[in-house]
């Protein structure tokens, strides 16, 4: 019996996922919730687990393609023989399901094909315009080899972008998407084109560089113009880390999620999402941290804080680092926080204002640490939280900073 892979939705909001990469090729044999494929989804690039056990007979999607949520993507079967259902085949891409079609019609005989050879010059009433305004010959062009038979007029095109450019320049030409004949108009005097005079010309004419946006920026965009619609209000103090132990062995990124998670959890509203018909308070502190992956922004969560140990968030820590080096999280990873910390304080940023993410209730921006004060921007979802409440909530957290037999309990 065969078994289709869809799919999945990865994100709340994910729409289409992108083919990264598969694990595994046709005919590998593939055991339950062993990793099958990477897929980048609108959040981040995770692994996909295979749900059944079998053979991998059919991959329907590739490396690089996006596909919506809930197509078949891939085939499992209890065998490798075993063929796909009609169903399965139905939902094959249709240039696939053709060429599959035509096979099947294709007679056992063999076929003989008379092929009649073209004559040089023979070409398209374009291309022939093309050459001639050039100074081509394309019966000597097509004699070298150099020119198809029959030469098109993009087979002209080519072979004159060949000729007037240098290769780096032709891939910088790609870059930009510039159209080679109005820089070789530009540079009609010179026997050769370098990269360095389309440089010069892509500066001369103020011509940008279109960039793809990737599935992960496009959330990203999509969650900021969602958050810019909650109403916000801000809160700026300082916080003094002076008590915090010198030779703890924990950094104060540690202490600070651990002292911010202990508030949390003893102050409901920050534990808080909502939709505007309901609040929904969840039973447990859980913050995101945000970080930086080769320019795209990732919001690994750490839960339970309030039941954590200063080792265990300091563990939980490091393997966000390492996750982020491989740019690798999980959907898990990146769901079911409340609320949020921004730090840019490494930076030599003194102040500065965070953005809340969405499903949050706030989020903390921390600057950078100045003879043990650092300054903070609190932000607060105003539907779920008012101003005084904010206020009791940072005096709670400067209270406990302050509070010397809170700050050995943790120590254990």
């Not at 921006?365 to 909530?393: C, M, P, Q, W, Y």
Request: proline share 5%; with cysteine; hydrophobic share 35%.
């Amino acid at each position: 019996m065969a078994y289709e892979i869809v799919m999945p939705q990865l994100t709340d909001t994910m729409e289409v996922g992108k083919i990264v990469r598969w694990l595994k090729k046709e005919g590998d044999y593939v055991e339950v919730n062993e990793p099958i494929v990477e897929i980048e989804s609108d959040k981040a690039i995770m692994e996909v687990p295979s749900l059944r056990a079998g053979y991998l007979t059919k991959i329907l999607a590739e490396e690089g393609e996006e596909i919506p949520v809930g197509s078949v993507i891939a085939i499992i079967s209890e065998s490798k023989e075993e063929k796909l259902d009609e169903k399965s085949e139905e939902k094959q891409k249709p240039q696939e399901k053709e060429e599959t079609q035509k096979e099947l019609v294709l007679p056992q005989e063999e076929i003989k094909v008379e092929v009649k050879q073209l004559p040089p010059a023979t070409a398209s009433p374009v291309a022939k315009v093309l050459a001639k305004e050039n100074g081509i010959d394309i019966k000597t062009l097509q004699e070298e080899g150099k020119l198809p038979i029959p030469a098109h007029e993009k087979d002209v095109k080519s072979y004159l972008i060949n000729e007037k450019f240098q290769e780096d320049a032709i891939n910088f030409l790609k870059d930009y998407q510039l159209n080679p004949e109005d820089v070789a108009k530009t540079f009609s005097e010179k026997e050769k084109i370098t990269i360095e005079d389309v440089k010069n010309f892509v500066t001369i004419n103020n011509i940008p560089l279109k960039k793809s946006i990737t599935s992960i920026r496009k959330s990203l965009i999509k969650n900021l113009k969602t958050s810019l619609e909650i109403p916000v209000f801000h809160i700026f103090t300082e916080l003094d880390f002076s008590n915090i132990p010198k030779e703890s062995g924990f950094t104060i990124t540690t202490w600070f999620i651990k002292i911010l998670g202990d508030c949390i959890y003893q102050y409901e509203k920050l534990r808080t999402r909502t939709d505007e018909e309901f609040y929904y308070v969840y039973p447990t502190a859980n913050i995101s941290v945000a970080v930086d992956v080769s320019g795209e922004l990732f919001a690994p969560v750490i839960k339970s804080i309030e039941k954590k140990s200063l080792t265990e968030i300091s563990q939980e820590l490091e393997n966000i680092k390492q996750k982020a080096k491989e740019g690798r999280f999980s959907r898990e990873d990146l769901e079911g926080a409340t609320f949020s910390v921004s730090n840019l304080g490494m930076y030599n940023v003194t102040m500065f204002d965070a953005i809340i993410p969405p499903n949050c209730a706030g989020i903390v921006a921390v600057g950078k640490i100045v003879n043990n004060v650092a300054k903070l921007t609190f932000s607060f979802d105003h539907r779920i939280l008012n101003g005084r409440e904010g206020a009791e909530f940072i005096n709670l957290l400067q209270s406990k900073f302050k509070d010397s037999d809170y700050i050995k309990s943790l120590m254990g």
